[in-house]
């Protein structure tokens, strides 16, 4: 496998996959994974919903802010971000200068399915979340548009196929992902 050379920063909105695909294309780079929402989690000893319902969404967000600094600043390895990260210019610019975004697009349906179930996502917990997710998505396309390499999710797609996909949009950018010359002799 070539190597990395940048950490792989995985956007876009909840349900779009970036924990579960995320960390089968760290499996494939055979790099370390790592989760921001999960990390701000360990550090809080708290659960998302409960950082925001006692400390408030912008404590959330400083946060976020500090763990995705902090992990980019360590070894090239997947970092899968929370669905909110990738819309303020201040995270954007921090992956901008030692990472490279992926974006996993997946359409509001398609997300619908995958979060309709949970109740772990606090900005979901409104009187109609189907609507919410659609304002939420609706607003955040313009963010996630800005990301280096988008990649599309399908129904008809596993999380495998989805990170063999991611795999395939890195290694269009030789910076990212560098052959070695192992590679070339098998
Ligand atoms: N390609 C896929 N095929 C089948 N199920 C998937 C696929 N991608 C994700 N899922 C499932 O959809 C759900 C949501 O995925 P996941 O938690 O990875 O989303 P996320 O983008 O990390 O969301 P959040 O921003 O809330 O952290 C999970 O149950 C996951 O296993
Ligand atoms: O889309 C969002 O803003 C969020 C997504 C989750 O990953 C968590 O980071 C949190 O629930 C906020
Ligand atoms: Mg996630």
Redesign the pocket.
Known sequence: MPQLNKTVVMV??????????GTAVARLLKVPFVDS?DEIVKAASRSIAEIFERDGEPFFRDREFEVIGRLLRGTPCVL?T??GAFLSERNRAQIRASGISVW?RADLELLWQ??RHKTT?PLLRTANPHETLRTLYEARLPAYEMADLAVD?SPD???EQ?AVRVVEALKTRPDVLAETAKDDDA
């Open positions: 876009g909105m909840m349900g779009a996959g970036k924990t579960a695909v929402d899968s929370g669905g996993l995958r979060v996502r999710a797609y596993s999380i989805m």
